[in-house]
Nanobody
Framework: QVQLVESGGGLVQAGGSLTLSCAAS????????MAWFRQAPGKEREIVAA????????KYTNSVKGRFTISRDNAKNTVYLQMNSLKPEDTAVYYC?????????????????WGQGTQVTVSS
């Protein structure tokens, strides 16, 4: 089974940028639907972006469209989330997730493997 380790979180001012990385081991990221979720204090975990297994199709939650980009580097076995024009409401713990099943889904229960999370804090 795949193991996932996130990195790249931190503190940034509103309008700034961060790139999160999700390094995989024991299996290839190209074998899974990969996604980024986030969870803010007192809120449910929500999907941010996902990338398909074979065709690399992508989907984004409406609040990040045009600002965030998910990508996958199969050679480095890593998935990235480039985050631009960050807003205070983007503050959350960001999690990388992998799904065995077909197709992109927004439900966190449908993802099989998770990283430990990385904190992103956007100051106003």
């Amino acid at each position: 089974q795949v193991q996932l380790v996130e990195s790249g979180g931190g503190l940034v001012q509103a309008g700034g940028s961060l790139t999160l990385s999700c390094a995989a081991s024991r299996a290839s990221v190209s074998s899974y639907v990969m996604a980024w979720f986030r969870q803010a204090p007192g809120k449910e975990r929500e999907i941010v972006a996902a990338i398909g297994r074979s065709d690399s199709s992508t989907k984004y939650t409406n609040s990040v469209k045009g600002r965030f980009t998910i990508s996958r580097d199969n050679a480095k076995n890593t998935v990235y989330l480039q985050m631009n024009s960050l807003k205070p409401e983007d503050t959350a713990v960001y999690y990388c997730a992998a799904r065995n099943g077909p197709g992109i889904t927004a439900l966190y229960a449908n993802y099989d493997y998770w990283g430990q999370g990385t904190q992103v804090t956007v100051s106003s």
